[in-house]
């Protein structure tokens, strides 16, 4: 069994840490295709800033009408002075080509040694006032189509078609590098994603193997608890059915036996069941704003006679007046539960007290006993379910090591804190700790 559930845990953590590194790397993959697409995306915005202000120079030229007329001192300039029509001048990374109608390259000069790469670009009308990128021999360049005006004050320009390139191999390498550095980045991080992966799943299968070994413990504690008395209830009916002709009150022992093992079966449902709701988080809480004075009486008068009936002594100090937020039936249980364990472990001539104090913005009220005491390694065991101190003396008492285990899960609920300490000289005393409404 023991070895099955080793099985079902390894496998569950196994699925748990491909489902963990899958979180992982999908995390990883989108963080980088955002990243470097913010980054492509910044690039090409920054080249196409470029090679729109260079759209913006060739449409706006400044004007370059050359004088012909007298100078100032009324001479003429010289006849043998041609006008020149000025070359087309781009920045270095930026190379212009001026074409005709008819598709014919027109400042091949200027173009110098750039001439050789760019000669068998081809005019396409189709492309204009598009932004494309291109590679002319292994070189990459932003481009844009444009038609000028014909009333450019470049006559180079004016009513020719340009195709302003941008190169940008630099910035293509600088992508690929980012990439390259991006990929690297994500297998060191994928590794370490599964080593953290690996972790993360151990630790995170801890509470649930902690919940299935104490689901398997309650449900074979609670088998064992049911057991018993229908073990009893079974025998003590098959062994009036061997006396038909018996009379009622010939089997009285046997059917008040099967009666109390009744009760007791009912008890333990009742309280499996609020277990059950607890841990379902369904236990319906009716809280109001009340006193000490309200909650505490109906419980403890009952166990008044109760106690002294059995020759122990009962004492109740109660002082204090604080306002608090609870549901009255639940407290009641919790300590009809406190005070019922006291009685059974108080000997005859001891003594059981109930007093109450305030600790900073919390309300105590203790309950204590003269009884044999709790061990320090019992101390929390004692709120765990189905848990006994002494097996055989709480079995002939009629209990199933639920009581306090409730009685912790109320206290919670209430936002307190339950726990046991020594009552010295001898004995045990129980701490019930609630907060305070604050004015």
């Known amino acids: 069994m023991k070895s099955k559930q080793n099985t079902i845990t390894r496998r569950q953590q196994f699925k748990l840490f491909l489902s963990i590194m899958a979180a992982f790397a999908i995390l990883f993959l989108t963080l980088g295709l955002i990243i470097f697409n913010l980054f492509q995306s910044s690039t090409y915005k920054s ?69 050789s790469i760019l000669k068998n670009i081809k005019l396409n009308k189709k492309n204009l006032n598009k932004k494309q990128t291109i590679t002319i021999k292994n070189m990459n360049f932003r481009s844009i189509l444009i038609k000028i005006s014909k009333n450019n004050n470049n006559p180079m320009y004016a009513g020719h078609y340009v195709l302003i390139m941008q190169n940008i191999d630099t910035q293509i390498q600088t992508m690929e590098n980012f990439e390259k550095i991006l990929i690297i980045t994500f297998f060191i991080f994928w590794i370490i994603a599964l080593v953290i992966s690996y972790f993360l799943a151990r630790i995170n299968m801890l509470p649930i193997v902690r919940s299935w070994k104490q689901q398997t413990e309650f449900v074979n504690d609670a088998a064992h608890e049911l057991r018993t008395p229908l073990t009893i209830i079974q025998g003590k009916l098959e062994y009036m059915l061997t006396k038909p002709n018996k009379k009622i009150i010939d089997e009285a022992e046997s059917i008040s036996v099967s009666l109390d093992e009744v009760s007791r079966l009912n008890s333990l449902t009742n309280n499996l069941l609020d277990l059950a709701r607890f841990d379902n988080a369904t236990t319906k809480l009716n809280f109001e704003y009340t006193q000490p004075d309200f909650f505490l009486k109906d419980p403890i008068m009952p166990f008044k006679d109760i106690i002294n009936s059995q020759s122990k002594v009962f004492q109740v100090s109660l002082y204090h007046h604080p306002t608090l937020l609870l549901d009255r039936n639940k407290i009641k249980q919790l300590l009809i539960i406190i005070l019922d364990n006291a009685t059974k472990y108080t000997p005859k001539n001891g003594t059981i007290r109930i007093y109450d104090q305030i600790e900073g913005s919390k309300y105590q009220f203790i309950i204590s006993d003269t009884g044999v005491g709790i061990s320090d390694d019992d101390k929390d065991k004692i709120f765990t379910r189905f848990y006994r101190v002494d097996k055989s003396r709480t079995q002939s008492s009629g209990g199933h090591g639920l009581g306090l285990a409730i009685a912790k899960q109320i206290v919670e609920n209430h936002h307190g804190h339950l726990f046991v300490r020594d009552n010295l000289p001898q004995g045990s005393e129980f701490v019930i700790e609630l907060p305070i409404k604050k004015n």
Request: charged share 25%; net charge positive; aromatic share 4%.
């Open 47 to 115: 080249i196409d800033k470029d090679v729109k202000s260079e759209v913006i120079t060739v449409k706006k030229q400044p004007n370059m009408q050359q004088n012909t007329g007298p100078d100032p001192q009324g001479r003429n300039p010289n006849p043998d002075t041609k006008k020149k029509e000025p070359s087309p001048k781009a920045p270095f990374q930026a190379s212009i080509l001026v074409f005709n109608n008819s598709g014919k390259l027109l400042n091949k000069t200027s173009l110098g040694n750039r001439y």
